[in-house]
C-alpha cells in the first residue's frame, strides 16, 4: 500500500509533523492532514492572511494547500509558504468543516486570522464563514488572473486579440490601481462579443476591496508573487494533480519538500512574532523593520476599514513613508510633526487629532498612523467610527456629505492658521519676532480698525 511509502518518508523527518488520515471501507485513504513543526511556526509568525489552494487529481480527489501571504510575509522559496496540507476525498461542506477543525486545534494563531483568499471556483463559502467567523474572504488576485487567462483561451479570440488581453492583464496585475483596473475592464468591454462577456465576470475588476488587499506590493513584488505562486501551484499539480493514486502524489510532493528544505532559510523565523508594543526607547529601526511595520499598518487599514475610508487613509499614510518626525510624548499625548505640520495626537482609543483630516472625518490621520508607526502598533477597530469599518459605509459620497459643515469648515480653518501662528511667532528670534508681528498688527488694523492700547 502506497500509504506505507508516506509513513516511512515521515519517519525521515527530523521533527515529528502532525499526520492524521482516516481509510475508508475499501481501505483507501478518505482525508489526510499534514503539518510539519516548521510549517506551524511559519503559521504562528504570519497568520494574519491565509491563501488557500485547491489541486484536483484525475480522480476528482482534492488536495488543500494553505499558504500565508501578505506584507510581511517573504516572496523567495517556491512552497516554503506552504502551512498546511488536507487531502479530501469528497468536497462537501462536512468533510471540509472537519479539515478546518483539525487545523485550528494544532494552530492557536488561527484566531488571528483576518483575510482569506479563494479561488471564484470556491462554492463552500458559508463553511469557510462559520470556521472562521472574524475574517474576510476575498477573492484573491492570483486567482482572478488565472481564471481571466483560461477564458481568454476558451473564447478562442484571433491571435492579436488574444496576445494583447493577455499582455493588458499581466500589466494590470503588477499594478492594480484602480486606473488600470478601470482600462482593463474597459478593453474587456471593447474586445469581447456582448454574449461571451458575462462569463468573465469582469466586474470583479471594479470590486476595490479585493484589490485593496493586493495593491500595498510594488510593481517589481507584484511580478515576483505571481511568478513565485504560479511555480507553487504547477509543482502542487505536477506531484499531486496528475497522479492517480493519492498516497504516491503526495508521498512526491513531501519528498519535495524535504529534498528543498533550503527554501526555509529565507524566512529566518525568530523564536516569537513581531512584538505589536515594543516601546519607543532602545537602538533605531533598521529600514527592513519600518517596512514591515509600515505594511502591517497597511494591512490592518484594508482589513478593518471599509474601502473608501482605507483609500483616504492609504494616502494619508503616503505622506507617513515619506516623512515622518516624532518631536515629543508624555504619558497622555504625542506631539507628531510631518512636513511643517505640528499637531496634537490624543492616543487613547478613541484616538484622535488637531488636524483637520481627523476632526473632518473621524479617520486615522497621517499624524496617527504616524503615531502607530513610531510604537510599532496596527490599526485596531476602536480607533474608527462604526460607519467607517468594512462593510458598514454605503459609498463615499454619503459619508462625506454627513461629516462636512460649513461651521466645522470654518473653526478649523481658523484653529489651524492660529496654530501655525503661534508656532512662527515662538519659534524665531526677538528681530523676527519684532517684524512678524508688526506685520500681523497692519493687517489686523486694515482689517479690524486701529488697535488703542489704554494706559493703565
Known amino acids: 500500500m502506497a500509504l506505507t511509502v508516506l509513513n516511512e518518508l515521515l519517519i525521515e523527518d527530523p521533527s515529528p509533523p502532525l499526520l492524521l488520515y482516516q481509510l475508508n471501507k475499501t481501505a483507501q485513504l478518505g482525508t489526510l492532514n499534514y503539518q510539519s513543526c516548521y510549517m506551524q511556526r511559519v503559521f504562528t509568525h ?74 471564484p471556483y470556491f462554492l463552500l463559502l458559508p463553511t469557510l464563514a462559520m470556521e472562521f467567523p472574524a475574517a474576510e474572504v476575498l477573492l484573491s488576485a492570483f486567482h482572478i488572473c488565472k481564471f481571466l487567462q483560461g477564458k ?39 474586445c469581447i462579443p456582448p454574449a461571451q462577456l458575462p462569463a ?36 502542487l499539480s505536477q506531484f499531486f494533480g496528475t497522479t492517480p493514486v493519492v498516497e504516491k502524489g503526495m508521498s512526491a510532493l513531501l519528498q519535495y519538500l524535504q529534498q528543498n528544505s533550503g527554501d526555509k532559510v529565507s524566512f529566518n523565523l525568530g523564536p516569537s512574532p513581531l512584538n505589536r508594543y515594543t516601546p519607543l526607547e532602545g537602538s533605531p529601526e533598521s529600514p527592513k523593520v519600518e517596512q514591515l511595520v509600515e505594511a502591517r499598518i497597511q494591512h490592518s487599514l484594508n482589513a478593518i476599514c471599509t474601502g473608501p475610508a482605507a483609500q483616504l487613509c492609504l494616502g494619508e499614510l503616503a505622506v ?91 473653526r478649523l480653518a481658523v484653529a489651524l492658521l492660529t496654530e501655525e501662528v503661534s508656532q512662527l511667532l515662538q519659534h524665531c528670534s526677538q528681530e523676527e519676532f519684532e517684524r512678524r508681528y508688526s506685520t500681523l498688527r497692519e493687517l489686523a488694523d486694515s482689517w479690524i480698525g486701529p488697535y488703542e492700547q489704554s494706559l493703565p
Not at 487529481?57 to 509558504?81: A, I, K, M
Not at 461542506?93 to 486545534?105: D, G, P
Not at 499581466?170 to 486606473?179: E, F, H, Q, V
Request: with cysteine.
Open 152 to 190: 481568454f483561451c476558451q473564447l478562442a479570440l484571433e491571435q492579436p486579440v488574444e496576445r494583447l488581453l493577455l499582455t493588458a492583464l499581466r500589466s494590470t496585475m503588477c499594478s492594480a490601481t484602480a486606473g488600470n483596473l478601470r482600462k482593463l475592464y474597459t478593453l474587456l468591454s471593447t
Open 200 to 235: 468573465l465576470h469582469s466586474h470583479w475588476l471594479l470590486n476595490d476591496r479585493i484589490w485593496l488587499a493586493h495593491r500595498w506590493r510594488s510593481q517589481a513584488e507584484s511580478s515576483r508573487y505571481f511568478q513565485g505562486l504560479e511555480v507553487t501551484t504547477r509543482l
Open 46 to 119: 504570519f497568520p494574519e492572511i491565509l491563501f488557500i489552494h485547491r489541486t484536483y487529481n484525475p480522480r476528482g480527489e482534492v488536495l488543500y494547500t494553505f499558504l500565508v501571504d501578505g506584507p510581511r510575509v517573504p516572496l523567495e522559496g517556491h512552497l516554503s509558504r506552504a502551512v498546511y496540507f488536507a487531502i479530501l476525498a469528497k468536497e462537501d461542506a462536512e468533510a471540509l468543516a472537519h479539515i478546518f477543525q483539525v487545523f485550528k486545534k494544532f494552530n492557536p494563531a488561527w484566531e488571528r486570522v483576518c483575510t482569506i483568499l479563494v479561488d
Open 320 to 410: 507617513v513613508q515619506k516623512s515622518m518626525h516624532l518631536i515629543g510624548s508624555g504619558s497622555e499625548k504625542v506631539n507628531i510633526q510631518i512636513l511643517e505640520d505640528t499637531h496634537r495626537v490624543q492616543p487613547q482609543p478613541p484616538a484622535s487629532c488637531s488636524c483637520y483630516f481627523n476632526q473632518a472625518f473621524r479617520l486615522p490621520c497621517r499624524h496617527i498612523l504616524a503615531m502607530l508607526s513610531a510604537h510599532r502598533q496596527e490599526l485596531k477597530p476602536d480607533m474608527l467610527p462604526a460607519e467607517w469599518t468594512a462593510g458598514c459605509a454605503p459609498n463615499l459620497s454619503d459619508i462625506l456629505e454627513s461629516t462636512w459643515s460649513e461651521t466645522l469648515e470654518k
